[in-house]
């Protein structure tokens, strides 16, 4: 039988949301601009599109973004098999993916999203030329709308992962 483990499922969740976090807060940091697209639409109106070698940082970062979910997501596929003795269902590696990338969605809309950018409001985060603007963060309608696309896209991106596990 094969077994969904949730303190595996919460564990696994939270290094992805820790390894994709040291990313976007790291990046953040370094230029808050190379997460222009995802600033509300009033706060990307008030700077320049982003230059040639921002473009290419932002790539570097996009990387950098890949390389650490998709290491987190091997580290929970190579643990759900060993806990099933080396073979699992399409069905619980699609759930143990799935939950584990929900766990982030829910870090990033809950610790990210509210807790450090809409409370806290560091300067680290905002933009140059956009001070003043920091009520815009504040948006919960926007904060459920990108949790709610977030489930869509971990619901997609579950299924080559278990693919991957199950075959």
């Avoid at 290491?71 to 699609?94: D, E, I, K, P, S």
């Avoid at 300067?123 to 869509?152: C, Q, S």
């Amino acid at each position: 039988m094969f077994t969904l483990s949730l303190p595996q499922v919460v564990v696994d969740g939270l290094i992805l949301s820790l390894a994709l976090s040291v990313v976007i807060l790291g990046s953040l940091y370094l230029n808050p601009r190379l997460w222009m697209h995802d600033y509300p639409a009033d706060m990307r109106a008030k700077v320049p599109p982003l230059t040639r070698r921002e473009k290419q940082v932002q790539l570097v970062v996009t990387v950098l973004f890949l390389a650490a979910g998709v290491g987190a997501l091997v580290w929970a596929g190579t643990r759900l098999l060993a806990a099933n003795g080396g073979q699992v269902t399409f069905l619980t590696a699609y759930v143990h993916i799935f939950l584990v990338l929900n766990i982030f969605n829910v870090f990033d809309a809950v610790v990210l999203d509210y807790l450090l950018i809409a409370r806290l409001k560091p300067k680290f985060v905002m933009m140059p030329g956009t001070a003043g603007m920091e009520y815009l963060f504040e948006d919960w309608g926007m904060h459920l709308r990108n949790y709610l696309k977030g489930i869509v896209v971990c619901a997609v991106l579950a299924l080559p992962a278990a693919l991957l596990i199950a075959f």
